[in-house]
């Protein structure tokens, strides 16, 4: 992959002047067919993007077994959570043909990032929108399957829709240690009340921005009948709806509140003018998102794992 390549399509987004430097600060790597280029727990501070080759992805999945999640081919990227989360790998990576490319270092990336590099800040948000695709990719297959723990169901429960509520944010961000550093995040949007069983957002609508949770807790499910197959729980500090903010896509899931909660809504533009106007936010934020929508995408490939080990379990008891 030299000077002259082509943005992969992943990352599409940057200028040439922004691609050209990023592959000034990329390092080239090889692996052999059958060798591993990173296992399931090793330490993550590599982006990878493959020139030439395959690499399959798999993960191990409840009865100590792998399970193949997908396959990584020229112009595409793996790695990218060492670039968004401080946490091991997820899944190993093996080569399945002799595979080219380049690597980019986490450590150098936060430095530029911090500094407010162009191509840095621009990679970042190519890696939040590749991990929210993934992500949504790994729930519409969930919602397919069909096959789900039953220990996951809850019971839907409806509540009348939040509504605006008093000011008070500002003190029920302080001490929140996911908010540390930006907590006067919260008093940029609209506090709302929201009642046990109110619906913030259902499976295939649009959202506008993101819901920040300040108090109780929010689910993200499937619907099943009367019921509902529970994928996410969002508590106080997190994040609800990154995956449609980071991809531009409609909310996947049913969102609910699970108990009374007290959300800070915070639209779209708002957001992208504090990345603007308060530089000294933007690792800060990068670092949330990316952590979340990590976090989010392991959940989703755990709930997955039960997923399919159960209907395989289903399967062999069927066939016995």
Wanted: aromatic letters at 4%; one cysteine or more.
């Amino acid at each position: 992959m030299g000077e002259q390549a082509q943005v992969p399509a992943q990352l599409a987004g940057f200028e040439r002047d922004e691609w050209k430097a990023l592959l000034g600060n990329a390092a080239p790597f090889a692996v052999a067919a059958g060798d591993v280029l990173f296992r399931q727990g090793d330490h993550a501070d590599t982006l990878y993007l493959v020139d030439s080759g395959l690499l399959e992805i798999a993960a191990r999945i409840p009865g100590d077994d792998n399970a193949v999640i997908s396959a990584i081919r020229p112009g595409e990227v793996v790695g990218e959570f060492a670039l968004l989360d401080d946490g091991p790998r997820s899944a190993r990576v093996r080569a399945i043909e002799d595979t080219h490319g380049l690597a980019i270092s986490g450590r150098r990336f936060r430095a530029l990032l911090h500094d407010g590099s162009a191509w840095a800040v621009r990679l970042g948000v190519a890696l939040r929108r590749l991990v929210a695709s993934r992500t949504r990719a790994t729930l519409q297959r969930i919602v397919a399957e069909g096959h789900f723990d039953p220990h996951a169901l809850r019971q839907l429960h409806a509540g009348p829709a939040p509504v605006a509520a008093k000011a008070g944010a500002s003190d029920l961000a302080n001490g929140l240690a996911r908010l540390r550093g930006f907590e006067a995040i919260a008093t940029h949007g609209t506090l709302l009340d929201a009642p046990r069983g109110s619906t913030l957002v259902g499976p295939g609508e649009g959202q506008e921005g993101l819901h920040l949770v300040l108090r109780g807790a929010v689910r993200a499910a499937v619907p099943r009948g009367a019921m509902a197959e529970q994928v996410f729980v969002f508590g106080p500090g997190c994040f609800v709806g990154l995956t449609g903010h980071s991809d531009g896509g409609p909310q996947p899931l049913l969102v609910t509140a699970v108990e009374d909660a007290k959300l800070v809504h915070l639209p779209a533009e708002t957001l992208s003018a504090l990345e603007n106007e308060m530089p000294s936010w933007l690792p800060l934020l990068h670092t949330a998102f990316g952590r979340q929508l990590v976090q989010d995408q392991r959940k989703a490939n755990r709930h997955l794992g039960r997923s399919l080990s159960l209907a395989r379990f289903n399967h062999a008891g069927e066939l016995g």
